[in-house]
């Protein structure tokens, strides 16, 4: 799974957020350290004012730990202002992290409102 989002001379893609239609949002690429600032500040501005947001996470090669603090940062900032923030798709590599980290259920689904 992680080559398809290699770039043809080897090197790493990315991580990228792009809109995939109302209120959805696909993360794709290497999402961590390099990444994980700008990506912070353009999900905001994606979808910090939706009362509801999905993020499929199907694309996302490869995840260090700045890229699960990216995504528990999302999701504390919706559940803060009342938002309804989803996940799906989420690989392996992220649940595992946000499991040994004791975070998983910030990563759970919450009811919108």
Known sequence: ???RNRRTDGA?????LTAAGPGL???SGDVGFD???RL???GEAAFGGLEQAEIDLARVARVDSAG?????EW???ARAA???LRYRNVPPAIASLAGISEVAELLAPVAGG
């Open 1 to 3: 799974m992680a080559q």
């Open 12 to 16: 790493a893609e990315p991580g990228r």
């Open 25 to 27: 949002f696909e993360l």
């Open 35 to 37: 990444d994980a600032g």
């Open 40 to 42: 912070l500040r353009e």
């Open 68 to 72: 699960l603090a990216l995504l528990l």
């Open 75 to 77: 999701s504390v900032a």
């Open 82 to 84: 009342g938002r309804a």
